[in-house]
């Protein structure tokens, strides 16, 4: 690819013929280091120059026009800017105008060559922005890659690569997504300027690895079923388990819903955000943000308990059927890693299901070192929370008033809302 991309850029400068202290040339060379923003930069920046000479400006064109061609693969843009060349004041034979004719005629001899398959691209670009069916999508999928086994020298076949990794993110083929829409940037290295693979990229990697996760969570939750059911019937459970394990059970359950409670009770009046946080996850002002139970958002926590308790309920079953062993350092250590693993496993679908999935949210972390994800955290995003807050102005407490623009909420939030000593109202109207 790197060779290809070279090569490009070799004939692109060697097309521009000109000075080393023209604008053509500079873009050329910071084309072949790879900066390509900055090479567009000089070139736009050329056009606007008002003293730029006819032949310079028409220089500068001819590079806009093969950079567009060649490295973006925007072929409309292309011809666009081989036509501003025949618009300039040069003479009707001048060389530039000339060569511009002759991109002219091989651009739209393309077209007319590719007809069929610049038609199937257009509606493949009109129905990127429409809900479609799974067969509309397939149908769709069959055309592409015809193109692409039928015509491989197709000037357009990035676009084509481009259409067909987006219709198999379309029907959640994320690997093959992934690996197709890699075929744009290596035929076009400036390709962003015109499609957003890097997006899509990023989107099929992203979905790669929550549906990877997914799968691996559930295949290890149904792989601990079978082993916990198999050492169930292995230790004849019937046999010896009595009321007492019940009471245990319960007690268990009791506790685990004591701890969960206290703990979010704790976190809530803990819980602090940073000015750099709320910049750091793009938070909208007034932001106002709250960890307590009760607040919107909180509803999530009682689907953290109930899986919670899944996993520790899990637990505790196994540990009944392993109760039996003989050596119990053994048993301790077989306990221990089934459970590092099915609450593991829990903790995964329920984050993929409530928070990844299941609403707007975004994780961050001001750790740097391997503590990094233990030290963050996942924030919520809540729209309209003024509304919220007037309606149940004890679930907000600590409220950073200089966030708050209106003077009448400010000074009603102050008036309602609870703040305690470490946290003072510094920033009342009664402040100011």
């Known amino acids: 690819m790197k060779r290809i991309a070279a090569a490009v850029i070799l004939l692109i400068c060697a097309a521009a013929h000109a000075e ?10 910071l084309f072949e280091q790879g900066l390509y923003d900055e ?23 001819a590079t806009l026009a093969e950079f567009y061609e060649e490295l973006v693969g925007n072929h409309d843009m292309a011809l666009r800017n081989y ?69 491989p020298d197709y000037y357009r076949l990035h676009e084509v690569y481009f259409y067909l990794g987006a219709d198999y993110l379309t029907l959640n083929k994320y690997v093959k997504a992934y690996k197709i829409l890699q075929k744009p940037a290596q035929l076009k290295p400036s390709i962003r300027f015109y499609l957003p693979v890097a997006t ?15 799968k691996s969570a559930w295949t290890t939750i149904g792989a601990l079923l079978i082993v916990t059911m198999a050492a169930f019937y292995a230790s004849r459970p019937w046999k010896w388990v009595g009321l007492r394990h019940l009471r245990v059970a319960a007690l268990v359950i009791i506790l685990w819903a004591v701890v969960f409670a206290v703990s979010c009770k704790w ?3 803990t819980f602090q955000v940073s000015e750099k946080t709320v910049e750091q996850i793009h938070a909208e002002l007034p932001s106002f943000p709250s960890a307590a139970p009760g607040s919107p958002g909180s509803e999530v926590l009682k689907y953290l308990f109930i899986y919670s308790l899944v996993g520790i309920l899990g637990v505790f079953v196994f540990s009944i059927a392993t109760a039996r062993l ?29 928070l990844e999935r299941g609403t707007e949210s975004v994780f961050n972390s001001q750790a740097k070192d391997f503590l990094y994800y233990p030290k963050g955290y996942v924030y919520l995003y809540m729209a309209d929370l003024e509304s919220y807050i007037l309606t149940e102005p004890k679930a ?32 009342s109207p009664e402040a100011d």
């Open 20 to 29: 080393p202290n023209e604008p053509a040339s500079k873009a050329c060379m």
């Open 39 to 61: 090479g567009l930069a000089v070139l736009n920046y050329a056009l606007r120059n008002q003293d730029l000479g006819s032949p310079a400006h028409a220089h500068v064109l």
């Open 267 to 269: 976190f809530g009046a």
């Open 396 to 427: 907000y407490p600590n409220l950073d008033l200089s966030s708050i623009s209106q003077p009448e909420l400010r000074k009603w939030v102050a008036q309602h809302c609870p703040f305690d000593q470490r946290h003072p109202k510094a920033d």
């Open 326 to 354: 003989t050596r119990r350092t053994t048993a301790v250590l077989i306990n221990f890693i089934f459970g590092l693993a099915l609450l593991a496993s829990v903790t995964t679908v329920f984050y993929l299901r409530h």
């Open 83 to 151: 036509r501003r060349i025949l618009r300039l004041d040069l003479p009707p034979r001048h060389p530039a105008k000339s060569r511009a004719a002759k991109e002219i005629a091989r651009l739209n001899n393309l077209a007319a060559r590719y007809r069929t398959q610049d038609s199937i691209i257009a509606r493949a670009r009109l129905e990127a922005s429409r809900n479609r069916d799974q067969a509309q999508v397939k149908d769709e999928i069959a055309q592409l890659e015809a193109i692409i086994n039928e015509s």
């Open 200 to 214: 899509r990229i990023a989107d099929a990697r992203e979905n790669w690895v929550l549906s990877t996760a997914a």
